[in-house]
């Protein structure tokens, strides 16, 4: 399961993306704001960068994973912050950054805990309606 590289050109917040484990089970990546970060965190922007941060054309974002199932969101996977968005049209290395961030063990625990929630339900379930 990987996330592949068609980002658009532009990016938006809440853009997503979708890893596919199962039909009604997938890992999928979010693009949201990042209130904290800024080009003075870094040395490696200039002048003219700076200018169109403060311009608002381009900013800083995080990718936030989570676990869904059946379309609803189970379990928040990870995420990572300070990605720049919108600085050029090349994005492909969002997807590189939600990729790192699959933990297939975490997955799986996730799914598992899930799993156990569900049968524990089941169970409680069909104790009130034999009783």
């Known amino acids: 399961m990987k996330f592949n590289n068609d980002w658009p050109s532009f990016v938006c917040l809440g853009d997503r993306k979708t890893a596919k484990i199962t039909e009604s089970v997938q890992v999928v990546a979010t693009v949201v704001h990042d209130h904290d970060t800024t080009p003075a965190d870094f040395d490696c922007y200039g002048e003219n960068e700076v200018r169109r941060w403060e311009d608002d054309e ?14 609803q969101e189970v379990a928040t996977l990870g995420s990572l912050w300070g990605i720049e968005r919108n600085l050029t049209a090349e994005h492909s290395y969002f997807s590189e950054c939600a990729n790192d961030l699959i933990d297939p063990d975490q997955i799986r625990d996730e799914l598992e805990k899930l799993a156990a929630a569900l049968a524990e339900a089941i169970a ?6 034999t009783t």
């Open 124 to 129: 409680a379930i069909y104790t009130l309606a």
């Open 58 to 71: 381009w900013d800083f974002v995080g990718i936030v994973l989570t676990l869904e199932v059946n379309g």
